[in-house]
């Protein structure tokens, strides 16, 4: 089993449309989780970052994190052709060694 | 506040030399990990750096090394380069807050 898996996609969605990004983790210690977004050709941006559970919104970016069942999700309202990248799932190792492991990637399009 | 930097942005290298890339991290901040993106592999943890000693590796062989500076840069050093060692070299830097770490541009590391 993989530490960090991602449906690898594509996911297409119209513009305009929720687009739902998923993530499920194995080490129950991990406490602290990202979400960065990587245009083709470009480093990963950080766009989301979630240590409780609950919802976490910022602007069309909504965050959720799930401990018990080792999950972590990305929305993005109102999508946008702008939006089209890979979006990666990272997951602090527990144990404050500051590594983040990935998942392999969320490939999103967005079409008008 | 500047971002995290990189450098060069591309690097061009034969089978059996060795490669050295070079990072600084955000002003302020002691810390700088490196990751590899090699195709097919997804981002993988490389190495930490703080306060000038190595705090953390991940699952690479020793030809991977590297050292933090009295400046907090670092160098990250691949001796006896392999051809699948062609792969983007991100370096991050801790932010503002808990846990979350920043990309610079990365190097594009290709060996022929």
């Known amino acids: 089993q993989k530490e960090v898996e991602q449906n690898s996609g594509p996911l297409s969605v119209p513009e305009g449309a929720i687009a739902s990004l998923n993530c499920t983790y194995s080490d129950r210690g991990s406490q602290s989780f990202f979400w960065y977004r990587q245009y083709s050709g470009k480093s990963p941006e950080l766009i989301m970052f979630?240590?409780?559970?609950g919802d976490k919104e910022d602007g069309r970016f909504t965050a959720q994190l799930n401990k018990a069942s080792q999950y972590v999700s990305l929305l993005i309202r109102d999508s946008q052709p702008s939006d089209s990248a890979t979006y990666l799932c990272a997951v602090n190792q527990a144990g404050g060694y500051n590594k983040l492991i990935f998942g392999a990637g969320t490939r999103l399009a967005v079409h008008p | 506040e500047a971002g995290v930097t990189q450098s060069p942005t591309h690097l061009i290298k034969t089978r059996g030399q060795q490669a050295t890339l070079r990072c600084s991290p955000i002003s302020g901040h002691t810390s700088v990990y490196w990751y590899q993106q090699a195709l097919g592999l997804g981002l993988q943890f490389l190495l930490w750096y703080d306060e000038g000693e190595e705090r953390n590796r991940g699952n690479f062989p020793p030809r991977f090394s590297g050292r933090q500076f009295p400046n907090y840069s670092s160098e990250l050093n691949v001796n006896a380069l392999e051809l699948e060692d062609s792969a983007l070299y991100l370096c991050a830097s801790p932010g503002q807050g808990k846990n979350e770490q920043f990309f610079g541009p990365g190097t594009r590391l290709t060996v022929l």
């Open positions: 979630i240590y409780s559970n």
